[in-house]
Nanobody, 122 residues
Framework: QVHLAESGGGLVQTGGSLRLSCTAS??????MAWFRQIPGKEREFVAS????????RYADSVKGRFTISRDNDKNTVYLQMNVLKPEDTAVYCC?????????????????WGQGTQVTVSS
């Protein structure tokens, strides 16, 4: 059974940093990614990373502030979030895809975590 579990969310002030982790069990995904959802809005793509680590994608809103990485030995993906803004407040979910270079298309992802809350205070 495939299971993805996130951790690392919390409350941080504007300009602060957080590091999210997501560990997958049950299978290894070619692409792992982070999405986020703000209440009342559609879920949006944040970043993705191929198994090799050579292909990364970022939403324009987080480029230069967020960094996605992975430890394949631990089947874990990370999201380092720096210079956080109040508009980054959301539930962050990790996702896994069997495609090599998946990006924003949610239908390419077959594994989803429950999410972790990130709140950035102004």
């Amino acid at each position: 059974q495939v299971h993805l579990a996130e951790s690392g969310g919390g409350l941080v002030q504007t300009g602060g940093s957080l590091r999210l982790s997501c560990t997958a069990s049950g299978r290894t995904f070619s692409t792992m990614a982070w999405f986020r959802q703000i209440p009342g809005k559609e879920r949006e793509f944040v970043a993705s990373l191929s198994w090799s680590g050579l292909s990364t994608r970022y939403a324009d809103s987080v480029k230069g502030r967020f960094t996605i990485s992975r430890d394949n030995d631990k089947n874990t993906v990370y999201l380092q979030m720096n210079v956080l803004k109040p508009e980054d407040t959301a539930v962050y979910c990790c996702a896994g895809s069997t495609y090599y270079n998946s990006g924003p298309r949610e239908d390419e992802y077959t594994g989803w975590g429950q999410g972790t809350q990130v709140t950035v205070s102004s």
